[in-house]
């Protein structure tokens, strides 16, 4: 288990701690609460990236008629 700080976290997203803190507020990331810290496991950071990929879609985009 490797635990990251809010800061390192959004550093890892690249983006900025006020984001990471709001997902953390809002509950959309596991997170690891060490007393008054607030710690993100690497392995949970990996699986919120991995949820919000979006795969591309096939084919040129037209739809054909069957």
Do not use: C, N, W
């Not at 700080?5 to 990471?20: K, Q, W």
Request: hydrophobic share 40%; charged share 25%.
């Amino acid at each position: 288990m490797s635990l990251l700080s809010v800061e390192e976290a959004a550093f890892r997203l690249g983006t900025g701690p006020r984001f990471v803190r709001q997902l953390i507020a809002e509950r959309r990331i596991t997170f690891v609460k060490l007393g008054r810290h607030v710690r993100i496991d690497t392995t949970d950071l990996d699986a919120y990236v991995a949820a919000g990929r979006v795969e591309p879609a096939s084919g040129s985009g037209e739809v054909s008629d069957p």
